[in-house]
């Protein structure tokens, strides 16, 4: 039998860790259960990654990455700001309505880490990076069309992953496509609002 190097098995446990976790959820992804999904000897696993860890901030990179380059081919060219954060939306939210367990396996590794002191690191890098991410599109955005912020960017994106996030959610749990719509174009008016300057700031009780 032919040998595999590690940077050839490497897409294979990855691809394999994300059918399995994806089916049957993050508490069945042991590397034991990931190198049977493949089927591989449990040290290979091992000897890929290094550690289970280090498997799931590669199933986290995976997902994100795919997700980011649908948004980033839906990034019109020619079209005003506003436009372009609708169009980008929209491209997200199909992810969410085509690709829901993607979403929901991001979900369950992000509470995973939450909780795992050795998987923290890993969930700050994945969200620094899909702010980072958001941030130049809006940068990129506002540049191409001329469009002045009147807050910085990674505000908005801020704004946006964290709006955006709530509502995916919402269709992961009670989809409800009727209501789903003005949800949506409510997130993609305020994000406007927020980078025009135009969002009414409401004075909040001491938190």
């Given at each position: 039998m032919a040998h595999v190097t590690a940077a050839e098995r490497r897409p294979q446990l990855i691809k394999a860790a994300i059918a399995l976790m994806t089916r049957?959820?993050?508490?069945?992804?042991?590397?034991?259960?990931?190198?049977?999904?493949l089927g591989v000897a449990q040290a290979t696993v091992h000897y890929t990654f290094g550690t289970k860890e280090d498997l799931?901030?590669?199933?986290?990179?995976?997902?994100?990455?795919?997700?980011?380059?649908?948004?980033?081919?839906?990034?019109?060219?020619?079209?005003?700001?506003?436009?372009t954060v609708a169009a980008m939306t929209a491209a997200l939210w199909r992810t969410v309505r085509e690709r829901p367990a993607d979403h929901q396996l991001l979900t369950e590794l992000?509470?995973?880490a939450l909780r795992t002191p050795a998987l923290r690191e890993v969930l700050d890098s994945h969200y620094r990076e899909v702010v980072d991410v958001t941030t130049t599109l809006v940068s990129e955005a506002a540049e191409r069309t001329g469009h002045r912020l009147a807050v910085p960017a990674p505000?908005?994106?801020?704004?946006?992953?964290?709006?955006f996030d709530g509502l995916s959610l919402?269709?992961?749990?009670?989809?409800?496509?009727?209501?789903?719509?003005?949800?949506l174009q409510a997130l993609v008016s305020s994000v406007v609002a927020l980078a025009d300057g135009t969002l009414t700031p409401v004075p909040m009780p001491a938190l």
């Open positions: 049957e959820g993050v508490a069945a992804g042991s590397t034991r259960a990931i190198a049977a999904e799931y901030r590669a199933v986290m990179e995976q997902l994100t990455d795919t997700l980011v380059r649908h948004v980033k081919e839906s990034a019109p060219v020619d079209a005003g700001f506003e436009e992000t509470l995973l505000t908005v994106a801020r704004f946006f992953l964290a709006a919402q269709h992961l749990t009670l989809p409800d496509e009727e209501a789903e719509l003005p949800g």
